[in-house]
């Protein structure tokens, strides 16, 4: 399978706590995005990374690649409750049509 | 529209019917993509349409699921004969371009009873 894997699937932080967020793939990409999803509907696009970029920064959002790896990893600095949501990363792949999901990391941010 | 819309929200139909959940993307988004979601699970690629080019269909779990994209805009996600197993969350993502961020509708919630 060309599913994009996630560690932990369930995180449990207190607020104020750093949630860190781990994914891996196993083809060559050309960029890797993270989306976040509330109440298993639509998810929300949160940051784009290429593959020729090591770390990228969005606000409290700091997302890493290690292409050599093949693994990305998602950290949320100063979490708040709001917060909670799944996190899915995704990547498009080189020479591929679609963008793979994988199966999503649930975080649950305790007030 | 300013978002990628979905319709119905919820559909509750019988086994055996058809049902036809329809995405308007954003328009001028050239790439359009269908995913099914069951509870708590990860998303499943269905079908990606881009532009005028013809549909990657290889997520289609059987011949009972096709779905169309009438101009480069509109696309409906057509399955028949349901059966119990097709009841998820079916969300509607465009872009673009084919591998930038996608914009996600709210989805469809099917219940096949």
């Known amino acids: 399978s060309q599913q994009g894997e996630e560690d932990p699937q369930a995180l449990s932080i207190q607020e104020g706590e750093n949630a860190t967020m781990n994914c891996s793939y196993k083809?060559?990409?050309?960029?890797l995005q993270w989306y976040r999803q509330n109440s298993g509907r639509g998810l929300v696009h949160l940051i784009l990374?290429?593959?020729?970029?090591r770390e990228k920064h969005s606000g409290r959002l700091r997302v890493t690649l290690d292409t050599s790896k093949k693994s990305s990893s998602l950290l949320i600095t100063a979490s708040r409750a709001a917060d909670t949501a799944s996190y899915f990363c995704?990547?498009?792949?080189?020479?591929?049509?679609?963008?793979?999901f994988g199966a999503g990391t649930r975080l649950f941010v305790k007030a | 529209g300013a978002g990628v819309s979905q319709s119905p929200s919820n559909k509750v139909t019988e086994k055996g019917k058809d049902v036809e959940l329809r995405c308007d993307p954003i328009?001028?988004?050239?790439?359009l993509y269908w995913y099914r979601q069951s509870l708590g699970q990860g998303l499943e690629f269905l079908i990606y349409?881009?532009?005028?080019?013809?549909?990657?269909k290889s997520g289609l779990p059987s011949d009972r699921f096709s779905a169309e994209r009438t101009g480069g805009s509109v696309s409906t996600l057509t399955i028949q004969r349901t059966q119990q197993e097709d009841s998820a969350v079916y969300l509607c993502?465009?872009?673009?371009?084919?591998?930038?961020?996608?914009?996600f509708g709210s989805g469809t919630r099917l219940t096949v009873v």
């Open positions: 993502a465009s872009s673009q371009d084919r591998g930038l961020g996608y914009t």
């Open positions: 083809t060559s990409i050309n960029n």
């Open positions: 990374i290429r593959s020729n970029e």
């Open positions: 995704a990547y498009f792949n080189t020479g591929g049509f679609k963008t793979i």
């Open positions: 328009s001028g988004h050239t790439a």
């Open positions: 349409f881009q532009g005028n080019s013809a549909p990657d």
